[in-house]
């Protein structure tokens, strides 16, 4: 298998602007996560996705950003507007189980940088 | 709120010599994950730890899990620079909220 597929991989863009971040879970997972890592504050999950509908967005930071999983194979993050406090390493991770509690395979992560 | 923590943050070790990273963490378990991370890169799955007393084993990790004290360590044998990696424990509550809970992470740094 490809394992869970990010892309893109890197992404610098000026503040204001609208930012997209993509994912492919691994064939046949039922669960999609999306975390944010940084320095100050580690690893957080920010949304996940049971059989394509999202199920706990607790963690999304405020309302510039949104997710979607439009299909088994596909999901996106969205912010918008871009700030500079968003620039991170964002993860999707999948696992087979439809909870969260089974082991979950993280893609490469895109490594955003907001200017 | 499941808190989990991870000590050591940050450890410098030689070449050759054992250490243990501890993941104490605050809520009722059943399921207790570690991952590394290298620099730049993804996490990578390690081990899962599913009972009391579960101990696993890969190369020169070791891993364990103690549910009633609520800690799980990460014991390196005889350290070799390939092991350098930032390690993360993650905790499944047994009950209620069913997300994985990530620790700090510790930095190891092996020295030649």
């Known amino acids: 298998d490809a394992g869970v597929i990010q892309s893109p991989r890197h992404e610098v863009t000026e503040m204001g602007q609208e930012v997209t971040l993509r994912c492919k879970p691994i064939?046949?997972?039922?669960?999609l996560f999306w975390y944010r890592q940084t320095m100050m504050r580690g690893l957080e999950l920010l949304i996940y996705f049971n059989n394509n509908v999202p199920i706990d967005d607790s963690g999304m930071p405020e309302d510039r950003f949104s997710a979607k999983m439009p299909n088994a194979s596909f999901s996106t993050l969205k912010i918008q507007p871009s700030e500079p406090r968003d620039s991170a390493v964002y993860f999707c991770?999948?696992?087979?189980?439809?909870?969260?509690?089974?082991?979950?395979?993280f893609g490469p992560g895109t490594r955003l940088l907001v200017l | 709120e499941l808190k989990v923590e991870q000590n050591p943050l940050f450890l410098s070790m030689q070449e050759g010599k054992n250490y243990t990273i501890y993941c104490n963490y605050s809520t009722t378990s059943d399921r207790l994950y570690w991952y590394r991370q290298d620099p730049g890169k993804s996490l990578e799955s390690l081990f899962v730890?599913?009972?009391?007393?579960a101990v696993k084993q890969e190369g020169r990790l070791m891993a364990s899990l103690d549910t009633k004290a609520r800690l799980s360590t990460l014991h390196i044998t005889a350290a070799v620079h390939d092991l350098s990696a930032t390690y993360f424990c993650?905790?499944?509550?047994?009950?209620?909220?069913?997300?994985?809970?990530f620790g700090t992470g510790t930095r190891l740094t092996i020295i030649p």
């Open positions: 991770a999948s696992s087979r189980d439809r909870t969260a509690r089974e082991t979950q395979y």
């Open positions: 064939s046949g997972h039922n669960s």
């Open positions: 730890l599913l009972s009391n007393g």
């Open positions: 993650a905790v499944a509550p047994r009950f209620g909220n069913e997300k994985l809970t």
